[in-house]
Antibody
Framework: QLQLQESGPGLVKPSETLSLTCTVS??????????WSWVRQPPGKGLDWIGT???????YYNPSLQSRLTISVDTSKNQFSLKLRSVTAADTAVYYC??????????????WGKGTTVTVSS | DVQMTQSPSSLSASVGDRVTITCRAS??????LNWYQQKPGKAPKVLIY???SLQSGVPSRFSGSGSGTDFTLTVSDLQPEDFATYYC?????????FGGGTKVEIK
């Protein structure tokens, strides 16, 4: 059974870089059937898509974050990662990693990590 | 960006009720519409994908319909474990976007 687990610092200072890793177990991040996404949820608010990476390293980013964002994949460790630069308090959120399943006429996030809370504060 | 508008933003219902949540897209998204359920402190869970396909393991009291710009999630015979927040999400184009959520509370 596929499981995803987010990891990384829970506290980041303003202007610094937020770095998170999602470890995939019970499946392979190299699978060509699935893509890998990050989604975040600010306190008390809704869900925001951050970006997606494909097994070959191709990426799609939310334009609102694109200038600060890098998503990468490490197939040797079966992980994918997020780096968000120059963070502010507005980046405080629960960050989720998720598997994105795409087939003909189908595209949805079917497996999610439990989420990790990141607070941006000095 | 495709804007997703859900209504209502919250509702109160009783166990056994039939509940309907609507989601409208700002442009056509064909059937690339998914519904998620989220409980407090938990990750979202997909219920319906491609507008009307029930995710494996999800009870059949959940159903989805619609295409183009207007979509509906229906929960028939509401159960205690169904009290949660529901989100629609379009996957027709990037950036992927979610609706603002509908909180279903106990009356």
């Amino acid at each position: 059974q596929l499981q995803l687990q987010e990891s990384g610092p829970g506290l980041v200072k303003p202007s610094e870089t937020l770095s998170l890793t999602c470890t995939v177990s019970g499946g392979s991040v190299s699978s060509s059937t699935y893509y890998w996404s990050w989604v975040r949820q600010p306190p008390g608010k809704g869900l925001d898509w951050i970006g997606t990476i494909y097994h070959n390293g191709g990426t799609y980013y939310n334009p609102s974050l694109q200038s600060r964002l890098t998503i990468s994949v490490d197939t040797s460790k079966n992980q994918f990662s997020l780096k968000l630069r120059s963070v502010t308090a507005a980046d405080t959120a629960v960050y989720y990693c998720a598997r994105r399943r795409t087939e003909t006429l189908t595209d949805y996030m079917d497996v999610w990590g439990k989420g990790t809370t990141v607070t941006v504060s000095s | 960006d495709v804007q997703m508008t859900q209504s209502p933003s919250s509702l109160s219902a009783s166990v056994g009720d039939r509940v309907t949540i609507t989601c409208r897209a700002s442009q056509t998204i064909n059937s690339y519409l998914n519904w998620y359920q989220q409980k407090p402190g938990k990750a979202p869970k997909v219920l319906i994908y491609s507008a009307s396909s029930l995710q494996s393991g999800v009870p059949s009291r959940f159903s989805g319909s619609g295409s183009g710009t207007d979509f509906t999630l229906t929960v028939s015979d509401l159960q205690p474990e169904d009290f949660a927040t529901y989100y629609c999400q379009q996957s027709y184009t990037t950036p992927l976007t979610f609706g603002g959520g509908t909180k279903v509370e106990i009356k």
